[in-house]
Nanobody, 120 residues
Framework: QVQLVESGGGLVQPGRSLRLSCAAS????????MGWYRQAPGKQREFVAS???????HYEDSVKGRFTISRDNAKNTLYLRMRSLKPEDTAVYYC??????????????WGQGTQVAVSS
């Protein structure tokens, strides 16, 4: 069984920073691309950022220059550093990982989400 557990969300004022973490554990043979998605109230889940196992990154346009995605392959952990937060960044943030598990199945896993609220 594989688990992704996010942490680091919370309530912050506009302009402040947060760092999200996502720890992958369980029967993992190999981790491929990992990413962050978010879902605001009343909206569909949307892509935020992704990173390959080799470190190549991609960002949604509205977060470019403000968010930084990174990963620690030795710890199977994904991070999202969020700076200059805006009220429109308010959402539940979900971690996603594409991996091969201990039963040799390649599939996507999702975390349970962590709430980020940006408000004065």
């Amino acid at each position: 069984q594989v688990q992704l557990v996010e942490s680091g969300g919370g309530l912050v004022q506009p302009g402040r920073s947060l760092r999200l973490s996502c720890a992958a554990s369980g029967s993992i043979f190999r981790l491929y691309d990992m990413g962050w998605y978010r879902q605001a109230p009343g909206k569909q889940r949307e892509f935020v950022a992704s990173i390959s196992s080799g470190g190549s990154t991609h960002y949604e346009d509205s977060v470019k220059g403000r968010f930084t995605i990174s990963r620690d392959n030795a710890k199977n952990t994904l991070y999202l550093r969020m700076r200059s937060l805006k009220p429109e960044d308010t959402a539940v943030y979900y971690c996603n990982a594409n991996l091969v598990d201990g039963q040799d199945r390649r599939t996507d896993y999702w975390g349970q989400g962590t709430q980020v609220a940006v408000s004065s």
